[in-house]
C-alpha cells in the first residue's frame, strides 16, 4: 500500500455512520478513556504535593488562588505531553492518504481516530476538573468557554458523523498550542521576577495568535470541503463553523489579555531592579534590612496588583474587557455597585 500527501482525508472524504460508531464501540477507546480519567485525577493531588516545594506556591495563601495555579501547571504539563501524539493522529487522519481510495484510507484509519479522541476525552476531563474545582470563585468567560466545548464534545456522541468527528477534532488538537500560555500564567504567579518568565508569557501569545487562524480553516476545509457528499450533513457542518467562530472570539481576545499580562511582567522585573540598585547605595545597616525584603515586598506588589485585577489570572480581566466592549457596566461600576451588594 503506498502513503502519499493529500488534503483528500480532509476535504473529500466522508464515512458511512456505521465507521465512525465503530470507533466509539471499540472497547479500546473505553480502556484508555478510563485510564486517562485516573491519570487526570490523580494529577492534581501529585502536582499540588510538588507545587508545596515553592515558598511563593503557599505564599498565595487562600486554596482558590492555588488551585488556579494548580490548573495552570497541569494543563501545561498535559498539553506538552500530548502534542506530540496529537500531531501524528492528526496529520494521519487529515493529511495521510493511503492509495488513490480516499474512503477506504479514512476506514482504515479506525485507530488514529480512537487515539484522537481519547485524547479530546483527556482534554475535556481537565475541563471538567476546572469547572468543578471552582466553585467559589467562578468566571463567567471560563465557564462559557468551557461549557461551549464539552457541548461540542458531546455533540460527537449524540451524532458520531465524519464532520462531527473531524472538527472536534481540531479543535481538541489546537488546545495544545495553549500549552505555553497556561506555562506563563504558571511561571507569572510562581516565579514573577524570573527573566525567563516573560518570554515564555510572549512566546505563548504569538504562538496562540499564530494558531487561531490555523484552526478556524481546518475546521472550514473539513466542513465545507465535501460540501456535495451525499454522506455530509451540511447542518452539523454549519453548526461546527459557528462553535469554531464563537470559541475563536474568546480566543482573540484573551490574546490581548495575555500581552497586558507580559507587558505587567516586564513592569515588575524592571521595578525590582531600579528597587535593588536604590537599595544597594543605602547603608550597610539599611541595606540589610532591604535585603530581606526586596524580594517578598517585589512579590507581594506583583501579587497585589495582580488579586486587585484579576484573583485568577486573565480570565477576569477578559471578563470585564468582554463587559466594555459589549458596553455593559461592570458589577463593580456604581450602577451595578448596589445590585452587585445586594442580598439578592
Known amino acids: 500500500m503506498s502513503y502519499s500527501w493529500s488534503l483528500n482525508p480532509l476535504l473529500r472524504t466522508t464515512m458511512p455512520v456505521e465507521a465512525v460508531l465503530s470507533v466509539f464501540e471499540d472497547i479500546n477507546f473505553l480502556r484508555y478513556s478510563y485510564i486517562v480519567f485516573l491519570i487526570v485525577s490523580l494529577a492534581y493531588p501529585t502536582i499540588h504535593q510538588l507545587l508545596k516545594r515553592f515558598p511563593n506556591y503557599k505564599q498565595l495563601g487562600s486554596t482558590t488562588k492555588q488551585l488556579v495555579v494548580l490548573h495552570h501547571a497541569i494543563e501545561a504539563i498535559i498539553l506538552t505531553t500530548a502534542t506530540p501524539f496529537f500531531t501524528y493522529c492528526m496529520i494521519k487522519t487529515s493529511f495521510i492518504q493511503e492509495g488513490e481510495d480516499g474512503i477506504t484510507s479514512m476506514a482504515n484509519m479506525k485507530a488514529y481516530f480512537t487515539s484522537a479522541m481519547v485524547l479530546c476525552m483527556c482534554f475535556m476531563t481537565m475541563y471538567f476538573c476546572e469547572l468543578a474545582l471552582r466553585f467559589e470563585s467562578p468566571r463567567p468567560v471560563l465557564i462559557v468557554h468551557h461549557l461551549l466545548a464539552t457541548l461540542d464534545g458531546f455533540l460527537v ?188
Not at 525567563?196 to 490555523?214: E, Q, Y
Not at 455530509?232 to 462553535?243: D, E, M, S, T, Y
Not at 513592569?267 to 530581606?292: P, W
Open 157 to 344: 456522541f449524540l451524532f458520531p458523523t465524519t464532520v462531527m468527528i473531524k472538527t472536534c477534532g481540531v479543535l481538541c488538537y489546537f488546545i495544545c498550542f495553549e500549552a505555553l500560555i497556561f506555562a506563563g500564567l504558571f511561571m507569572y504567579r510562581i516565579a514573577p521576577l524570573n527573566k525567563h518568565t516573560p518570554n515564555i508569557i510572549l512566546s505563548g501569545v504569538v504562538i496562540f495568535a499564530v494558531t487561531r487562524p490555523v484552526q478556524i480553516l481546518w475546521v472550514a476545509g473539513a466542513a465545507f470541503g465535501p460540501w456535495n457528499d451525499p454522506l455530509h450533513v451540511k447542518w452539523q457542518a454549519i453548526l461546527q463553523v459557528i462553535i469554531t467562530c464563537l470559541l475563536s472570539i474568546l480566543q482573540f481576545w484573551s490574546v490581548s489579555i495575555n500581552f497586558g499580562v507580559w507587558k505587567r511582567c516586564l513592569r515588575n522585573i524592571k521595578s525590582h531592579k531600579e528597587s535593588n540598585t536604590k537599595n544597594a547605595s543605602d547603608s550597610s545597616h539599611m541595606k540589610g534590612t532591604a535585603d530581606g525584603s526586596i524580594s517578598s515586598g517585589s512579590l507581594n506588589k506583583a501579587d497585589d496588583r495582580a488579586e486587585n485585577e484579576d484573583e485568577e489570572g486573565f480570565e477576569n480581566e477578559t471578563f470585564e474587557a468582554f463587559l466594555k466592549f459589549v458596553s455593559i457596566p461592570s458589577p463593580d461600576s456604581p450602577a451595578k455597585k448596589a445590585s452587585h451588594d445586594s442580598p439578592c
